[in-house]
Nanobody, 126 residues
Framework: QVQLVESGGGSVQAGGSLRLSCAAS????????MAWFRRAPGKEREGVAH????????YYADSVKGRFTVSQDNAKNTVYLQMNSLKPEDTAMYYC???????????????????WGQGTQVTVSS
């Protein structure tokens, strides 16, 4: 059974930091595209960052570039999203997604992913 389980969300003040985790299980972790998305109330889903589990340069949305860092621990089948200098506009539900046996696109985010996590809420107050 494939599972993506996010954790690490919470409430912080502007300028603070959080680290999200996405623990993957039920599929071969190598050679996949792992992505972070977010959805704020009343807004469309937005790609935040992605990383190839087989290696390669991570990709970031312009809105988070320089503040967020995506990384992975292959031994733990886990992807992380370190979020620094958080802003109120970062408030959203954050989701982890996996597209299996695909490399991430260097131009942005795929429309479709094979699996999604349940999400973790991030709230940033001013």
């Amino acid at each position: 059974q494939v599972q993506l389980v996010e954790s690490g969300g919470g409430s912080v003040q502007a300028g603070g930091s959080l680290r999200l985790s996405c623990a993957a299980s039920g599929f071969t972790y190598s050679s996949n595209c792992m992505a972070w998305f977010r959805r704020a109330p009343g807004k469309e889903r937005e790609g935040v960052a992605h990383i190839d589990t087989s290696g390669g340069s991570p990709y970031y949305a312009d809105s988070v570039k320089g503040r967020f860092t995506v990384s992975q621990d292959n031994a733990k089948n886990t992807v992380y999203l370190q979020m620094n200098s958080l802003k109120p506009e970062d408030t959203a539900m954050y989701y982890c997604a996996a597209r299996l046996n695909f490399r991430c696109a260097d131009w942005g985010f795929y429309r479709n992913y094979d699996y999604w996590g349940q999400g973790t809420q991030v709230t940033v107050s001013s």
